[in-house]
């Protein structure tokens, strides 16, 4: 009877203070925000900064409002979300699974071991002007540099996994008869996840790199080229809308990614 | 007294080496001719290094033989196919999956799934006092209870040889003299044959039938004991206040021909 009337009013004043401290990250968060859109239009209006080198938020704002609702903001965000999607799908997917099957044959995993320390070590954006000499001009080529970015992530990662499986547990399924494919199947497979899912969460930001990066190089349409071509005309309020775009599209994926490492993980 | 064919495992000669084909061959077993006879627990004590693990692989399929053989069931063997259950220090319960699914796990590579595989299992968790726990992951479990779940892991694909590498090495004291308890039980309930390896001469003959006392590197059988003075009402605990128990642990001891790492020695392997 003592425990139960001294801990229960402790568990609810724990639970209000939990409650507290995150009303006040929220408020410290949005208050941050404000106070530096704040600082910033303010140190325009005053004449401390130069609108056509900084942009202002009011007219980042009204670009916004403007570029949205005639569409054009829309269709920048779409090509670039598509480009971002399909590469990382492709990538991450293909990746993965080339990864994974390099255990199977540790000849292989051998031969292909410096190889894989140099594109470990290159930057990879780096591949992103040959990649447009390949694929032309279009959509495609976005989607390759993502995707060829992505893979390489994805294939590293997948095979550290792999070589980070306790070799008892391969040992002790030998010792039960298990064929390489079962080992694969029932432990190489889901050992390999935990290092699958941080490749999924790197790759997430490397999609995004080569896709706006690809389109700085060289592109009709798409979040990168709308900032790279207003960075152009000093039309510093576009760039801004672009990169807040950018942001939000960053977001929306990281969700979905949260999403699908909670899938996984075990 | 024994029969031919109560023996269920036989080693004769089985010779080790490895790296045989370079400069530098290390021999790790020379030579071991052991029975095992049916229902039998027979411990292998040695100092630390001598090759008890690598002959365990040996039985087991997973290496080589540079000479000598082993039957087991009255079979050669030649490569691993699952004639022996094997359990190690680490448990290597998979961590994604339930207890129930980790115990299936032999009788799945041998093509069994679904509810005649769970079953099984299912029973054996129940009578060696799991319930309960069948859905839970092995983090929710304390070490003792997940060397239980790999014992029955071994058990449900019901190997008639049983091979346990110090199962009960990363335990804490109390933990493991329980399971050394319920797991001689349990094996003598299953009808079992066991080689245990142990550095705890205290395991062995709280535990075992027979104790084989092996030499340092390369591995020979130096010493076999018969631990006669257990019956049915001696168990882990009270068999170590047994009068044979010191004489017999004095004894053994004294035969181990430990290497004092400290002080380093010549015995070494070059």
Redo the contacts between chains.
Sequence with gaps: MVDATTTAPNKAETRTKQTSFRVRVLVYQIGLLVGILGFWEAGIRLGYLEAYIYGVPSGVASAFASQLLDGSLLRHFWVTGQEVVIGFLIGSLLGTISGLLLWLSPLWARVLHPYMIALNGVPKIALAPLIIVWFGLGMESKIAIAAIITFIVAFLQAHKGTQQIDSDLIRLLQSLGAKPLQIFRIVVVPGSLPWIVSALRLNVGFALIGAVVGEYISAEEGLGHKVYYSGQLYDLNSVWVGIFSLMIMALMLEVVVSWIEKKLQW | MTPQDDIVLRASGARVVYNEDTAHPVEAVRSISLDLRRSEVLALVGPSGCGKTTLF?AI???LPLQGGRVEVGGQQVDK?????G?M?Q?D?L???RTVIDNVT??L???GMRGAQARAIASDLIRRYGLSGFENS?PAALSGGMRQRVALMRTLA?NPDVILLDEPFSALDFQTRILLQADVTRIIKEQNKSVILITHDIGEAISMADRIVVLTNRPATVKSVHTVSFRNASTDAVNIRTHPEYQAMFAKIWSELEIIDEAKGSENKVA
């Design positions: 692989n087991a399929g997973l691993a196919t699952g004639h022996v094997y190690l680490k290597l998979l961590p994604w796990l032999g799945e590579i041998r992951k694909f």
